[in-house]
């Protein structure tokens, strides 16, 4: 560093510019480079350059800041205590795009880290030129000042509104349909950051007629693009019930579900939130995920994702579209879901997350399902905090049910239910009580355990009656 400082004064423009690069080169490097750079006092200089030199000088003295603000937070701050922010800013101004592109760059670099460096970002005036950036006819730059702006919005509300404020949402959205994968991924993330934060923010984005233009973009070549749109889509279902039947209504239920369906992984993620979140508001939208065959997508993931976090999601959306009546939970229930709920409730290795949300899940359902074999089939391996749901939906429906009370019987369900050791008083000796009375005393005696040992020994003391009459 010592040796590359002094030619930053060359009077050599050539060199200058040189070991500007080199610098930049070695601070890309590592952390430790980068914080070399700060600590040997030639962020100073590289700021004066901006203002002073050519604009080779100035895109190799941006690359350089952005070099070194990239690694951490620490650094960035150092960039912006050198007064670099303004230099960049005044840059953002400049004729050559490739000097605006550096700039803008740079600024995004600062901008991501946490809200108070976005905001010294912001309170040096960089938005408004951002955004006209992203109206200028270069492909590159668009793309750059739209990451930057979405490094901005994404921390906070206020920081979002600003982005807002300058009208950066209507000239977003007019780049919806462009070719440019890398563009569009931009695009659809600066749109998601904006809309994520409130609703009020959620519906300016959804007001520039994003729907349906975003979901051909779910089929989209490009994995990142795709995974955006999703993120866009499960960031504005997320506020209102308004917002989701608007998605549902320009057919974005379909288009989520074959995003899921197509995608393996991460990228998977933010459909099946999606999913989740517009099923939680009604019993209207969370049939409109059903009849889109949601659940078998839903059911998908969770039984073949390996990822505990993306298993987590499937069990909880799949317990947002079964919680509201007896036929949402028997669709759930139909998909063979309850099973690995249960699975994922009793598995030691599994997180607390997944284990917490599938155990969530899995009691959502139960207390609306009245679908018989599903909750038979749990009765064996139920803990007990799940069987207690289990057996007190048999509670309800036996008593009112003729045809499932001679099912119940036959298929080995009552004998299950005396096999069942319950505390006396609890909620389940009180429903396991209830179950009995739905059946002959005979028949729950025959089906107890020990019945079998009881009539031997009947049988033990039993005198025939012919015995009786000889004697």
Known sequence: ???????????????????????????????????????????????????????????????????????????????????????????LDEFDPSVKEAAAWALGYIARHNSELAQAVVDAGAVPLLILCVQEPEITLKRIAASALSDIAKHTPELAQTVVDGGAIAYLSQLLEVQDPKLKRQVFSALSQIAKHTVDLAEL??????????????????????????????????????????????????ALVDYVNDSRENAAMPGIMALGYIAAFSERLAMSVIV????????????????????????????????????????????????????????????????????????????????????????ADAPPSVLENVVAQFAKILPSDAKARKQFVTSGGLKKIQEIEADDGSDLSDAILTINECFPEEIVRYYSPGYSETLLQRLDTHTPRSATQST
């Not at 729907?211 to 749109?229: I, M, Q």
């Not at 690995?340 to 009793?346: E, G, K, P």
Request: proline residues 5%; glycine residues 4%.
């Open 1 to 91: 560093m010592a040796l590359l400082r002094p030619l930053l004064i060359d009077t050599v423009p050539t060199i200058q510019q040189t070991a500007a690069l080199a610098l930049g080169r070695l601070a890309n490097h590592s952390d430790e480079l980068a914080a070399a750079v700060v600590h040997d006092d030639i962020l100073p200089q590289l700021v004066y350059g901006l203002a002073e030199q050519n604009r080779f000088y100035k895109k190799a003295a941006a690359f350089v800041l952005r070099t070194v603000a990239k690694h951490s937070p620490e650094l960035a701050a150092a960039v912006v205590d050198s007064g670099a922010v303004t230099a960049l800013v005044t840059c």
């Open 205 to 254: 984005v959804v007001e520039a007629y994003i729907f349906p233009a975003v979901l051909p973009s779910l089929k989209d070549s490009d994995e990142y693009v795709r995974k955006n749109v999703a993120l866009l889509i499960r960031e504005v279902a997320k506020h209102s019930s308004e917002l989701a039947q608007l998605i549902v209504n320009s057919g974005g239920v379909i």
């Open 292 to 379: 889109s065959h949601g659940v078998p997508a839903l059911a998908r993931a969770l039984h073949e994702e390996g990822a505990a976090h993306i298993r987590a999601a499937a069990a909880w959306s799949l317990g947002q579209i079964g919680r509201h009546t007896p036929e949402h939970a028997r669709h759930v229930a139909e998909a063979n879901v309850l099973p690995d709920l249960l699975a994922c409730t009793l598995d030691p290795s599994a997180t607390d997350d997944l284990r917490a949300k599938a155990s969530r899940a899995l009691k959502n359902v139960l207390q609306k399902c009245t679908h018989l074999p599903a909750l038979q089939a749990l009765l």
